[in-house]
């Protein structure tokens, strides 16, 4: 996730269909606003992430665990 954050920033839009800026904008949003946090397993950036891909590009959330190398049957969306 940091070399997302931290590299192009075409690349995170490419990723996310979000500027960097606004991905940025809208996590900081989320975590003062939501629930939305760390979990032992996940950052909070990589679970915005992971809907912002699913969503830009219709992909399954099977590709996304592979894409991020966490297994299916550990729940790594959840806390435990």
Do not use: C
């Not at 075409?10 to 946090?37: C, S, V, Y």
């Not at 679970?47 to 966490?70: N, P, S």
């Amino acid at each position: 996730m940091a070399q997302l954050l931290e590299g192009h920033e075409q690349r995170i839009k490419d990723m996310t269909r979000f500027p960097q800026e606004a991905f940025l904008d809208l996590l900081n949003w989320l975590k003062g606003h939501t629930d939305l946090d760390d979990s032992n397993l996940v950052s909070a950036e990589e679970k915005l992430f992971m809907f912002l891909y699913i969503v830009a590009h219709g992909t399954k959330f099977r590709v996304i665990a592979e894409l991020f190398q966490h297994s299916m049957d550990t729940g790594f969306l959840r806390d435990p």
